[in-house]
């Protein structure tokens, strides 16, 4: 595979360089990454690509010689807006015939997708899937060739893939795959049919990538998985994730460890109490619970019930009594009631997130809940999505107001999204800390005075 795609980059890159001397013309290419940090991490992968054929990055899609869309479909509106922004192209596309289109990721795995799009959008020229990432190369040397449209979209996974390259834009933190795919079928979703089942990396290929990323200057690296805690079973090797967390922690000059997401049901007392001991791991755990009504966790497939998840919130507050607790909700699955709501609003209340993503249900093709009878209006389903989120924001306040005059440690990220003049960055509870400071900050972990407290975002000066 390397061997193959080596040739391919080579012909790219001489061509476009060839172009470069003989017109001047620099080649560059941008991508729409929608969904997950899965997605975002193919993408960095894709730029990796790309860079070694001789492409820059570009923020400005009139100036893109390469457009790519890396598409997620877990929920209506992903797709929705893939599928208009796509049709806005197609101006630009005949303005500039040689612009390349592409179109990869999750919503190009469902079946009958990659045709959908093909006919409704004729200017898209690249079609690809999650599972042939790696074939990029492959497809843009068959563009160049004068060999007209790919689409390849194939249905079974291939094995893990290891050097690939990669592009990043952070060089202080590094998102880390550790387990692709996913085996738990929750009757609402689609990951499992667009990402496939389980594949875990070596431990030994994540901690010597993860090494690599710390002498580039890596310091927070995120550790990812659709269910990171069956990590390794799948390798049959006696390989977990709780033995990977604790070689990861030995490694030197590397400062936090994140991870998403962690599947409740296996969540257990030995990973927790592993967390707890590992002082890189972070103070977060970031706990999707879906549902508080245990009929519909039952419906959901989650394989736990309202009180199996109590417990493990009290094995954490056991071990880690400061650790943050953030969640994912869906509201108004097919059959939701309105009892089981008030389960829902009965748990986050007990627990008391720090904060949560909350959802309404969305129908997905081809998955069990997309037959379930679901009589619930949307307007009441929305209704639900505004009283739960009253709810979460005002204990979200509580907690952020406990903090107020504390001293807390931030990860410096950069320059702050709604005022520039500011720096932003994060907790090891994942808080967002919004503080005045020199940009030659980020990358460094820093102690920050909490000075003004709101409901998701805490102000801050720098201590001393
Ligand atoms: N693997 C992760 C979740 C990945 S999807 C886990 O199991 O925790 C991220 C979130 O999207 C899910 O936690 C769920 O809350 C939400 N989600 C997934 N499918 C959905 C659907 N069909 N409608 C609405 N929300 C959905
Ligand atoms: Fe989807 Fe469930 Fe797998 Fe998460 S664990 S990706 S919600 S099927
Ligand atoms: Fe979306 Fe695929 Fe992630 S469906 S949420 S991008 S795994």
Known sequence: MQEQNAY?????????MQERQQTGRIRKCLTHTFGCQMNERDSEILFGFLE?????????????????????????????KVLSQLGELKKLKQQKPDLIIGVCGCMMQQKGMADMVRVSAPHVDLIFGTHNLHHFPEYIYNLYQGKGKQIAIVDKEEAVQEGLPSYRDDRFRALVNIVYGCNNFCTYCIVPYVRGRERSRRQADIVQEVKDLVADG??????????VNSYGLDLADGTTFAGLLRELNEIEGLRRIRYMTSHPKDLTEELVKTIAESSK???????????GSTRVLGLMNRRYTKEDYLKRVELIR??????AITTDIIVGFPGETEEDFLETIDLVKQVKFDSAFTFIYSRRTGTPAARMEDPVTLDEKKERLQR??????????????????TVVEVLVEG????????????????????FAGDPSLIGQIVNVTVTEAQTWVLKGALAE
């Open 218 to 227: 890596v310091v927070e690296i995120t550790l990812l998985g659709q269910n």
């Open 415 to 434: 320059p702050s999204k709604t005022n520039a003049d500011m720096l932003t960055g994060r907790t090891t509870t994942n808080k967002t800390v919004i």
């Open 318 to 323: 056991r071990y880690m009594p400061d650790a």
């Open 52 to 80: 070694q054929m001789g492409y820059e990055k570009t923020d400005v899609e009139a100036e893109a010689d390469l457009i790519l869309f890396n598409t997620c479909c877990i929920r209506e509106k992903a797709e929705s």
């Open 281 to 291: 791991v972070v103070d977060h755990f970031h706990l999707p619970v879906q549902s």
């Open 8 to 16: 391919y980059l080579n012909q790219i890159y001489s061509q476009n």
């Open 388 to 405: 739960l989120n009253d709810v979460l924001s005002q204990i979200g306040r509580g907690i952020n107001d406990r903090l107020q005059d």
